[in-house]
């Protein structure tokens, strides 16, 4: 039965499309690690279901309706630049309120069931080669872009009061960060689901930080460790009748509670 | 002869109500080490904002060329889970305002071994550098200012956290920039007393109006009484400048 459905076209495909998937989402998980975006992911995911589903309503294609979601999301958060507490809150409130919007807008869809639960939690083997095709533009746009940005992002990341003074551009790297994010996340949706986003964006990227101090490691680390789970999870939930997502998610935490043991045992 | 590198004309600062000065009016020369000595809440740190051009005064003008600005801002501790060593820090002040992930030369790398060991830091260099103390750090911060070989520096309470012997490395490190590449230094204390072998003039921002001069044209007890509109007695105790009577030199003293 594995073997078989190993041979299979869309097996390939979804492990193609975690991999793209994967690499990306590790790699930006860092950056926002650093900046404590951990809940402003978690809204610009949850709000590009609202996209989503306000697609399906007018007949548009949710991949769509949910990029536009989380790019009109991540750049009003990009650009009030908010801080602290007031950003944590300002988040809370913005995310209640799609998440309102897209419960309105699934009672309006007829579909309901199949959409929902796909887009919540996701659907990788649901993948096409047009989607395919899709992910992969998308991933090179945000890698090409975090590698141009590589230096000054973790300088205004880390350093924001210095970065400045040496001249990098920190208000338009905190934009660009969240459109990145906003990228990352409409693709990330699209193999874990919105609920579970955050596995593969910050899970690994956790990991990795803890596991070495060097800033170029850590990218790479978090990188492996997302693919790791990605491939891991379509692979077990394969051999096995559970969802996917569930194995990705139960990967990469064990990742994450092995790096934090590992560093807890290094210090004493 | 020298030349101004920074010139600050009628500079005038006003949060809300309250204005912290007017008519703030000096030039900084090539080479020159001045002081910025002030009560708590007097400007200081937001005058350094302004020469690095983020705020916006509420009026005056202030020519300077910040495209070499080395900086030290006030301490603030980094997160202890950073994924960053001490020689990463330093080298953002070399590199980090260049695009793409790049990599270091040897001249580089040995450009940052140097300033680093310059500051004592040698055995930090490696650390991850949200386990290091806050004079550590604050050593760290010192050396990236210096290792992007600055046309001005910038320094808020550099020598905060750091023991004597320490704060001497500092302050003799700056003192000899200035006189080989001529790189201003201004540097914001709330303690003259470190840098009295170096500094050359000091600027004093009081509740009552500034000063600026040679260290003893201004600390005495006749301008700080001016500057406060209270008596205020300046001593000199071995060589040391005692400031008796301001407002919040108890709070200061629990600063340490």
Redesign the interface.
């Known amino acids: 039965m594995f073997t078989t459905l190993l041979g299979q076209h869309f097996v390939h495909t979804a492990l193609l499309a975690g991999a793209v998937v994967a690499v990306v989402c590790g790699a930006i998980g ?1 950056f926002v690690v ?1 900046r404590g975006l951990s809940f402003a992911v978690h809204a610009i995911s949850e709000l590009g279901f609202t996209g989503a589903t306000g697609a399906l309503v007018i007949g548009l294609d949710p991949v769509l309706g949910m990029l536009g979601g989380s790019l009109v999301v991540g750049a009003s958060l990009g650009v009030l630049s908010l801080r602290g507490r007031e950003r944590d809150s300002a988040i809370g409130a913005v995310l209640a309120f799609g998440l309102g919007l897209g419960v309105l807008f699934l009672s309006l869809y007829q579909g309901y069931a199949t959409a929902a639960t796909n887009l919540l939690f996701g659907s990788i083997v649901g993948v096409d080669d047009a989607q395919l095709r899709n992910l992969a533009i998308v991933a090179v746009i945000v890698l090409v872009a975090l ?6 992002l ?2 205004a990341a ?2 924001p ?8 551009p920190v208000r338009a790297l905190s934009v660009a960060i969240f459109l990145l994010v906003a990228l990352t996340t409409a693709e990330a949706i699209q193999v874990v689901g919105v609920l579970l986003v955050l596995t593969l964006v910050i899970t690994p990227a956790a990991a ?3 596991l ?5 490691l ?1 990218v790479l680390l978090s990188i492996a460790i997302a693919l790791i789970s990605t491939e891991g999870g379509i692979l077990l939930s394969l051999a096995h009748s559970w969802p996917t997502s569930f194995f990705i998610s139960a990967i990469s935490f064990a990742f994450y509670v092995a790096a934090r043991v590992k560093s807890v045992l290094a210090r004493s | 002869m020298t030349k101004a590198v920074v010139s600050v004309e009628g500079l005038a600062l006003r949060f809300a109500d309250r204005e912290l000065w007017h008519d703030l009016t000096f030039q900084i020369d090539a080479g020159e080490f001045l002081a910025v000595l002030g009560p708590n809440g007097a400007g200081k740190t937001s005058l350094l904002r302004i020469l ?1 051009g ?1 705020l916006e005064p509420t009026s005056g003008r202030v020519v300077i060329d ?2 070499g ?1 080395g ?1 030290v ?1 006030q301490q603030r501790a ?1 997160d202890r ?5 001490g020689r ?2 330093v080298r ?2 070399l ?8 990599r270091l030369g040897a001249p580089e790398r040995k450009r940052i071994d140097d300033v680093i060991a310059a500051v004592g830091a040698s055995a930090l260099a490696d ?3 949200g386990r290091l103390s806050g004079g550590e750090q604050q050593r760290l ?1 010192v050396a ?2 210096l290792v ?1 070989d600055p046309g001005l520096l ?1 320094a808020d309470e550099p020598l905060l956290s750091l023991d004597l012997a320490y704060q001497q490395v500092i302050v003799q490190l700056l003192d000899e920039r200035r006189r080989s590449a001529g790189t201003p230094v201004v540097f914001v204390t709330h303690d003259v007393n470190p840098i009295l072998t170096a500094v050359d003039r000091v600027l004093y921002l009081g509740p009552d109006g500034w000063a600026i001069g040679p260290v003893d044209d201004v600390l005495t007890t006749e301008t700080l009484s001016r500057l406060y509109g209270t008596e205020i007695d300046v001593l000199r105790v071995r060589g040391r400048v005692v400031v008796v009577g301001t407002p919040d030199a108890e709070h200061v003293h629990h600063v340490h």
């Open positions: 860092v650093m590698a141009v940005l590589y230096r000054p973790f300088f880390i350093d009061e210095v970065a400045a003074a040496r001249g990098v990795a930080q803890r070495t101090v060097r800033p170029g850590t | 690095l983020q910040r495209s600005i900086y801002p980094f889970d950073l994924p960053l060593r990463d820090l953002f002040g590199d980090g305002n260049r695009w793409g992930a790049g650390a991850p550098l911060r990236q200012a992007s910038l």
